[in-house]
């Protein structure tokens, strides 16, 4: 099996950075796609960053703001966030689409809830 787990959510405030970070481990044999997503209160969950081969994909909401790095190597993946705003709170999600042996699937991690409040 793989897990993912997140760390680095908490409480900023406006205008604040915080970073995340999310490290796959078990039995990968590649990963595909990795990156974040998140799910605000009352809304379904959206894509934030995701980072594939080589090519990286942020929603409107965060550009400019956000990015996203990750080193294949370690199977690790961060997300940067500056200039945070109320809206930003929301439980961050890892993702990742891993290639397992005979299969690929994709992983979610438990969520760290980052809170954006003055």
């Known amino acids: 099996q793989v897990q993912l787990v997140e760390s680095g959510g908490g409480l900023v405030q406006p205008g604040g950075s915080l970073r995340l970070s999310c490290a796959a481990s078990?039995?990968?044999?590649?990963?595909?796609?990795m990156g974040w997503y998140r799910q605000a209160p009352g809304k379904e969950r959206e894509l934030v960053a995701v980072?594939?081969?080589?090519?990286?994909n942020f929603a409107d909401s965060v550009k400019g703001r956000f990015t996203i790095s990750r080193d294949n190597a370690k199977n690790t993946v961060s997300l940067q966030m500056n200039s945070l705003k109320f809206e930003d709170t929301a439980v961050y999600y890892c993702?990742?689409?891993?290639?397992?042996?005979?299969?690929?699937?994709?992983?979610w991690g438990k969520g760290t809830l980052v809170t954006v409040s003055s």
């Open positions: 993702y990742a689409n891993v290639r397992v042996w005979g299969r690929t699937s994709d992983y």
């Open positions: 078990g039995r990968i044999l590649s990963i595909n796609t």
């Open positions: 980072s594939s081969g080589g090519n990286t």
